[in-house]
């Protein structure tokens, strides 16, 4: 009897050692929507633009980053960008200007073959913003600059600043709130492109 009694408890021992496995959330992965483009009613500019592939941290990455009420920033641990940032934003801008034929050629600027302007684009800021346990704002902060190739100087450059309130605290809210920026980012940057090219390619 003593012996059946010193093996269950051993049983029981045993079993609670036993690592039980566990679950985690899924990763949600976020894509930025590319901004819908018309071909403006402009004579396009003689000249070709090299679109650079956007410089940061946050644009060097996949990571979503959010600021909570303490002013501490951290990492998202289940919410990814699907490819780094800088690379859709890259993308969009390009395929954007392409489409408002503003410019006889653009494209990247590893795919050109010495364009006459190359556009620069730094990320300042990338950011959920938690204002408190339910509402949160993005801050998207960017720097965009337009450059000869030949000279490398800088023939304008623009600081564009955003604040949108989200509309939930989930992934989805989260990724429509970056598509509005950048679809008035975009916007915004295509009409300081037409001034700057009115003024210096004219």
Known sequence: MMRIFLLTVALIGLNGCVAKPKTYPSIAYLKLELPTS????IKPFELSIGVSLPTGSAARSDKLIYQDTKGMRHNYAYHRWENFLGEQLQ??????????????DIARADNQINP??????????FVQIMQ?????YIRVLGRMRLADSRTHEGISQKLFSYEIPLSGLGPKALNEAYDKVLKIW??????WLIKTGETYAR
């Open 116 to 125: 006459d302007w190359i556009l620069e684009t730094h990320i300042l800021d």
């Open 132 to 136: 408190d346990e339910n509402s949160a």
């Open 91 to 104: 993308e969009h801008f390009v395929l954007f200007f392409a489409k408002a034929n503003i410019v006889k």
């Open 38 to 41: 018309e071909s403006l009613n």
């Open 186 to 191: 975009t916007k915004d940057s295509l009409d």
